[in-house]
């Protein structure tokens, strides 16, 4: 059974770094492309990063740029977010997805198959 088990939420000072990891079981990760969403009390859920099964390549929303990245640990099939600069604005349950295309090609929710239980992230002084 395809299953996806997010971990590494907490509570984070502003300015803080929080790792999220996206462990896979019942399928190989290096096989699909992950993405990962949060969400807010109130709000859609959005994609914030993913990483494509075909080369490793990446895409970030423009709100997380240059503050997280995604990684890919083949041998653990396990795909992390590491979280560096966080904001209050990044605070909500963050969910790693996947779906079986080659290449990221947005942030759509339905087109992903697959999703783990969440995890949540507060950031607050």
């Known amino acids: 059974q395809l299953q996806l088990v997010e971990s590494g939420g907490g509570l984070v000072q502003p300015g803080g770094s929080l790792r999220l990891s996206c462990a896979a079981s019942g399928f190989t990760l290096i096989y699909a492309t992950i993405g990962w969403f949060r969400q807010a009390p109130g709000k859609e859920r959005e994609g914030v990063s993913c990483?494509?099964?075909?080369?490793?390549?990446?895409d970030y929303a423009d709100s997380v740029k240059g503050r997280f990245t995604i990684s890919r640990d083949n041998a653990k099939n396990t795909v992390y977010l590491q979280m560096n600069s966080l904001k209050p604005e990044d605070a909500g349950v963050y969910y790693c997805a996947a779906n079986l295309e080659e290449y990221c090609s947005g942030y759509i929710p339905y087109e992903y198959g697959y999703w783990g239980q969440g995890t949540q992230v507060t950031v607050s002084s």
């Open positions: 990483i494509s099964s075909s080369d490793g390549s990446t």
